[in-house]
């Protein structure tokens, strides 16, 4: 009984922050956030020559011009129609008219750590906005984020977080929910209760069974699917992510949440 109390009490002290961390923590996510709107923008991308490599890149150098750190190796990839698939060879890297860009990345600062994945969309000659199939994704993918912070309770469980997540997303229509999220804080990924993993929605033993407790935060990480009827119905996955702190007021963003993507 004394190591489980020693454990249970180690991992209480290390997934809660401290006023001052609470107070911070907000603008450290805030500054990811407009690394990320820098690499984004038309100064950074240039259709048929830009790679998602070079933006990798990119947000490494801007984070280490601004003295920080990263939390991890940043990322950043392509979503595709299957019809552009087809024109180019399966490895290619270089940013098109018609591509999704899909980031994960994050900083470390104050020994605070941001986790965040966000969508861009580089328009094709003669569009103003991104197709409305993927427009739908991000507004479904929306209505989960809302599910998701709906679901904190002080006391349960990852487990049991995730399945009331799951159960009221389906009871609303969300298309082919998941969730996998994570604690947040000094650590990129414990010590806090783990809600999900991308290959097991249903139970995940030890980590799953950690409890929540109030100041303590978490990535909102997420997806969505479901057809997209300007790519010819091809089923397209949409992972968002976001920080959100839970507190005595509940389960908030600590920065803003990504609703539009950025065209570029």
């Not at 097991?200 to 997806?223: A, H, I, W």
Request: hydrophobic share 35%; aromatic share 8%.
């Amino acid at each position: 009984g004394r190591l489980v109390s020693a454990e249970a009490a180690a991992t209480h002290w290390l997934m809660t922050l401290s006023p001052k961390e609470l107070e911070v923590y907000p603008h450290i996510v805030a500054i990811t956030h407009q690394i990320i709107a820098s690499c984004y923008s038309p100064a950074s991308i240039t259709p048929g020559v830009t790679t998602t490599r070079d933006l990798e890149y990119l947000f490494w150098q801007r984070t280490l011009d601004l003295g920080l750190e990263l939390s991890f190796t940043p990322f950043f990839d392509l979503v595709r129609s299957e019809a552009d698939q087809s024109q180019h060879l399966t490895d290619d890297l270089v940013i098109r008219p018609g591509d999704l860009i899909h980031c994960d990345v994050g900083n470390r600062y104050l020994r605070l750590c941001s986790d965040l994945q966000e969508w861009a969309y580089i328009l094709r000659p003669g569009e103003t906005e991104a197709p409305a199939g993927v427009k739908r994704l991000m507004a479904e993918g929306n209505r989960l984020q809302k599910v998701y912070q709906g679901a904190f309770r002080r006391g349960l469980s990852g487990d049991e977080m995730l399945k009331d997540m799951l159960d009221q997303a389906h009871r609303e229509g969300i298309p082919n929910p998941r969730v996998y999220s994570h604690s947040l804080g000094l650590y990129l990924h414990e010590p806090g209760p783990l809600i999900g993993l991308p290959w097991e929605q249903v139970s995940n033993p030890g980590r799953g069974e950690v409890k929540l407790d109030e100041n303590t935060c978490f990535t909102m990480e997420l997806s969505v699917e479901a057809p997209v009827p300007e790519w010819g119905g091809q089923s397209v996955r949409m992972s968002l992510e976001q920080d959100v702190m839970f507190t005595s007021t509940g389960c908030q963003p600590m920065d803003k949440v990504q609703t539009e993507f950025y065209l570029v």
